[in-house]
């Protein structure tokens, strides 16, 4: 690692904007291999959050304790939604979600069946 890196400032494809990308910033994309970013650290945070639904809120109950509450799953959705005090309580049975596990089998084959 004989080269010597400069700051590198560059346009953002997506909002234009300048930034800046330090020395220590291409040795590190040098070690895994990748080319510098073309986005901002904005706009790159902003397409890792894009799973994310934070922007849509649901009113519904919790399915432990009945009680209203305010969620990002929608009431229609199949799966279990609980209010804090019942997630971070041991009011549900986790083992409900668990699966039995054939020590003799490979484990990927374990979760296929």
Same mark, same amino acid.
């Given at each position: 690692?004989?080269?010597?890196?400069?700051?590198?400032?560059?346009?953002?494809?997506?909002?234009?904007?300048?930034?800046?990308?330090?020395?220590?910033?291409?040795?590190?994309?040098?070690?895994?291999?990748?080319?510098?970013?073309?986005?901002?650290?904005?706009?790159?945070?902003?397409?890792?959050?894009?799973?994310? @639904?934070?922007?849509?809120? &649901?009113?519904?109950? #919790?399915?432990?304790?009945? =009680?209203?509450?305010? $969620? /990002? %799953?929608?009431?229609? @959705?199949?799966?279990?939604? &609980?209010?804090?005090? #019942?997630?971070?309580?041991? =009011?549900?049975?986790? $083992? /409900? %979600?668990?699966?039995?596990?054939?020590?003799?089998?490979?484990?990927?084959?374990?979760?296929?069946?």
């Amino acid at each position: 690692m004989d080269k010597e890196y400069k700051n590198l400032v560059l346009g953002c494809q997506n909002c234009k904007q300048d930034f800046t990308i330090e020395p220590d910033d291409f040795l590190f994309y040098e070690k895994i291999k990748v080319p510098p970013p073309t986005f901002c650290p904005e706009c790159r945070m902003v397409r890792r959050m894009l799973w994310r @639904n934070e922007r849509y809120l &649901y009113k519904s109950n #919790c399915d432990l304790c009945k =009680k209203g509450i305010i $969620s /990002v %799953y929608p009431a229609q @959705n199949n799966f279990p939604v &609980y209010c804090c005090d #019942c997630w971070w309580g041991d =009011k549900w049975d986790s $083992s /409900v %979600y668990g699966v039995d596990y054939d020590f003799q089998n490979h484990f990927l084959a374990n979760l296929l069946n």
